[in-house]
């Protein structure tokens, strides 16, 4: 007799609280759907407000926000972006957008972010050859900062504008300052999967309010100040809608209940699997916050009895449990297989090796104990 399919376990689902359907009739009320609005408005005051932002604009993609980031900060063809390749591909698709050049930086293996030596070796190497460089991208993978201290230094004496790429790292600090405020610019995302959601939305951070109210302008098509409609520059259909807005103020009143909800999810994993051999979790530097995004845990075959992070995402997956390996170094993508890249590797091991465990602040107590009952099992007996 076939065994019926359990229940579905995702890796990271939405989780909606009590407020964001009374800010969307609201919105629905008083007819404010169309793009903008006072949910709008609001949304960019929560949020900095939460992080200590100076600025904020509310965008339709963290992708939108990075865009944005690299045209304010002059980004255009025969450039050169130096970006973390541990990462997303979006962190590097829009330096594509802009006819500019990406070289790729490796991890170091201590937050598995932008390593300060493989970066300062770059820098030196690229100007070296006559490379025009314009920026570099930071991100802040799972949640967890990168040594932001060394990498602004850099940037500092390189005197390159820095962008933080801290899409997964709402609610992460670094040296008690919010991760998405340390560079020139911050980029945040709302995507279904992060650690709350607008369905899809985004933001930019910064300091300087002329330069976040000129996001906000390309961003609406870039449409000057005339009674009909005339641009002096080219625009992009990147602002928020005032609906979606209205789910982000709801989420946002409950932020932190989900940073500890998912950090609670990592304690969980970390205390039933912490002491296993060749199981290794993502440590928490000190002077550093991790909002805990995603739980991710590296499995080395040869303390595991030759059991690899493919083995047990295949045996969650029989189970009807979502896991995903680490993401794929942009170094390694074929899209970009002709950018240069300085690095010792180190990105490479932790793909190989590297698994994100179910992590949603909604999952029950019942679903965390089933995803350790399965996890226990390929480890204790292999494959099935």
């Known amino acids: 007799m076939t065994r019926p399919t359990p229940p579905k376990i995702w890796l990271s689902s939405p989780h909606m609280g009590q407020a964001e359907q009374h800010y969307v009739a609201e919105a629905f009320a008083t ?114 900062p990168a040594q932001m201290e060394a990498i602004r230094r850099i940037c500092q004496e390189a005197e390159l504008p820095l962008i933080e790429d801290a899409a997964e790292a709402l609610g992460s600090t670094y040296q008690g300052q919010a991760c998405g405020t340390l560079g020139t610019y911050g980029v945040l995302s709302f995507n279904g999967n992060k650690i709350i959601t607008t369905s899809g939305g ?55 209940d989900r940073i500890a909800q998912r950090r609670a999810v990592f304690s969980f994993y970390h205390k039933r699997f912490g002491q296993r051999a060749g199981i290794q979790f993502l440590p928490e530097p000190e002077g550093s916050f991790c909002n805990r995004w995603l739980t991710c845990i590296l499995v080395d075959p040869a303390l595991t009895g030759g059991i690899t992070r493919e083995d047990i995402r295949l045996h969650l997956e029989a189970d009807n449990i979502e896991s995903r390996p680490l993401w794929k170094p942009m170094h390694l993508q074929p899209v970009f297989a002709d950018a240069p890249y300085v690095g010792d590797g180190t990105a490479e091991r ?35």
Request: with cysteine.
């Open 202 to 256: 985004g933001a930019l951070l910064g300091a300087d309010g002329a330069a976040i109210q000129k996001a906000r302008f390309l961003a609406t098509q870039a449409r000057d100040a005339a009674p009909h409609y005339q641009h002096s520059h080219i625009g992009y259909n990147y602002r928020l809608s005032n609906v979606l807005a209205g789910i982000g103020r709801g989420q946002m009143e409950v932020l932190p």
């Open 350 to 384: 932790l793909f190989a090796q590297g698994l994100c465990l179910p992590s949603g602040s909604n999952l029950l107590p019942d679903d965390l104990e089933r995803v350790a009952d399965r996890l226990a099992q390929v480890l204790d007996h292999g494959p099935a």
């Open 31 to 144: 007819n404010w759907i169309a793009p903008l609005g006072p949910h709008v408005d609001g949304f960019e005051q929560d949020l900095c407000r939460f992080t200590g932002a100076a600025h904020a604009a509310a965008l339709s993609s963290g992708t939108a926000a990075l865009h944005l980031a690299l045209v304010l900060a002059g980004i255009g063809p025969g450039q050169e972006v130096l970006c973390q390749s541990f990462t997303f591909s979006a962190s590097a698709n829009p330096i594509v957008y802009l006819g500019a050049k990406p070289v790729f930086i490796d991890s170091e293996a201590e937050t598995w972010n932008l390593s300060p030596e493989a970066l300062a070796q770059a820098i030196a190497e690229r100007r070296q050859a006559g490379a025009r460089l314009g920026a570099v991208i930071a991100v802040h993978l799972y949640g967890m």
